[in-house]
């Protein structure tokens, strides 16, 4: 349908009256909104949004014709229309080359319509241009799930990229957005890492990515423990990056486990907390770490403590200090605090009589949650 032929047309769309639920007809005059819109009034095209497709073939032909000011906010528009808006796929894809705010907002609106505009993006993401590939990798991150075959053409994107800059991370936050999916893509992903002292920017989103892979991801242990080792700075939040990885890929992350101790005995807080919530994630506490998690009960931050208690509790669920903790922590103040360690007391399942006293007691707290939460441990201690 050409743009005049909708133009000339009255749109009588429904809408919910305020306070009501039966709809009424909001009337949307076609012709005066485009023509409002190729004058350079952006307001217009928060109006043909109101009449969902039927405003689509207009808003592609100002797409395809019109000045970089329209046809940014005729992409804008056709973005918050979404999947209706399916039909102008082609014609966004197309905009992926143009002035960067048009481009730009073809990126975000291609990312909207969602599965339906995967084809187009995939064939974007082989384009000469390096800018359209970028875009197109923004995009295609947005759409859940990323589609497998997204995967190749994002790596050769990585490939072809140059280092530093903005569209490179792009790439490789689409390429992470894959998640296991994107296992081929961790030699490219490993290679890619700078190596620069400091690290740059680029590097974090490369480990990043690596943790949302996963334990497909494995081969990259090596080179996220040895990061685990820089302690001076723009290192240390590369390192943090890196834990979290490490987290990411469960137990195939067993190697990175003694430096992930090591490093543990340097912190406090909540940066010994993210180091503990990794390791539980590895699955990797044994008698050797026994220490670390001692002195982790000791913290001043009472969520580390439980943590900490977690993980001794598995390598001994009747430690007495696992047990002192636990008991503890079902009177901290934070109602959060108290409920994390009644899920713990669950998952750990100490025997002592003590616990159980102390549960019992909890099951009369004033937070409904809290109770809940006590409750469900108490039928697992008893099972």
Known sequence: MKAHVFASCILMLPALAVGQGDPKEVKIDGKRHLDALKSGNGQAALELVKAREKAVPGLI??????????????????????????????????????????AAEASLALGRIG????????????????????????????????????VPPLIEALKKSKESTPGRALIIDAIGAAGPAAKE??????????????????????????????????????????????????WIALRFHAIDALG??????????????????????PARLKVL??????????????????????????????????????IDPNHLAVVSVLIESLREKDARVRI??????AEVRPRDTAVVEALTQASRD??????????????????
């Open 340 to 345: 994390l360690a009644a899920e713990t007391i």
């Open 277 to 314: 919530q990794a390791l539980t994630n590895i699955g990797a506490a044994d008698k050797d770490a026994v220490e670390a998690l001692n002195e982790g009960m000791r913290d001043r931050d009472p969520v580390v403590r439980v943590h900490a208690a977690r993980m001794l509790g598995k």
């Open 185 to 234: 893509a961790v030699p490219t992903l490993l290679k890619s890492l700078t190596g620069k002292v400091p690290p740059g920017p680029e590097d974090v989103h490369i480990v990043v990515a690596l943790g949302k892979i996963g334990k497909g991801a494995g081969q990259a242990v090596p080179v996220l423990s040895e990061i685990l080792k820089k302690k001076e700075g723009a």
């Open 248 to 269: 990411g890929m469960g137990p195939a992350a067993k190697e990175a486990v003694p430096g992930m101790f090591a490093l543990l005995k340097d912190l406090s807080g």
């Open 61 to 102: 032909e100002i797409l395809e014709n019109d000045s970089p000011f329209a046809q940014g906010h005729a992409a804008r528009a056709l973005g918050s229309i979404g999947p209706r808006a399916k039909a102008a796929v082609p014609a966004l894809c197309k905009a992926l080359a143009q002035t960067d705010f048009v």
């Open 115 to 150: 599965p339906a505009a995967a084809a187009g993006l995939i064939a974007s993401l082989k384009d000469d241009n390096e800018n359209v590939r970028s875009l197109a990798a923004s995009a295609i991150k947005e759409i859940r799930p990323l589609p497998k075959e997204a």
């Open 366 to 383: 004033d937070d409904p949650l809290v109770r809940k939460a006590m409750e469900g441990a108490l039928k697992k201690l008893k099972k």
